[in-house]
């Protein structure tokens, strides 16, 4: 089971942190990631990592404003999201799947509950 929290509006150029807490399982045996959902659109993908945390990759309209990052003594995920802006407003889920980290929403078995960002210009 997957729970995300931390979302919340804001103004273009301001930062969020969203955290995903985890229970049920050894956290660290599974790749987690982030993915939005903009209003209208697909869900697309913003970023992963490895259980360990020691590999990540990101969407290119992320890279280098957003982190993931995790902490497997508390099961959790994280994802630092600075210089925000407008187009990054869309519900954010977490997610979770045994193995390598993966882009694709079809790899990932468990799913978070969504939270809400809106960036205003």
């Known amino acids: 089971q997957l729970q995300a929290s931390g979302g919340g509006s804001v103004q273009a150029g301001g930062s969020l942190r969203l955290s995903c807490a985890a229970s049920?399982?050894?956290?660290?045996?599974?790749?987690t990631a982030w993915f939005r959902q903009p209003p209208g659109k697909e869900r697309e993908f913003v970023a992963t990592?490895?259980?360990?945390?020691?590999?990540?990759s990101y969407a290119d309209p992320v890279k280098g404003r957003f982190t993931i990052s995790r902490d497997n003594a508390k099961n959790t995920v994280y994802l630092q999201m600075n210089s925000l802006k407008p187009e990054d407003t869309a519900v954010y889920y977490c997610a979770a799947a045994w193995g390598p980290p993966n882009t694709g929403t079809k790899y990932y078995h468990y799913w978070g509950q969504g939270t809400q960002v809106t960036v205003s210009s």
């Open positions: 990592c490895s259980g360990s945390g020691g590999i990540s």
């Open positions: 049920g399982r050894t956290f660290s045996d599974y790749a």
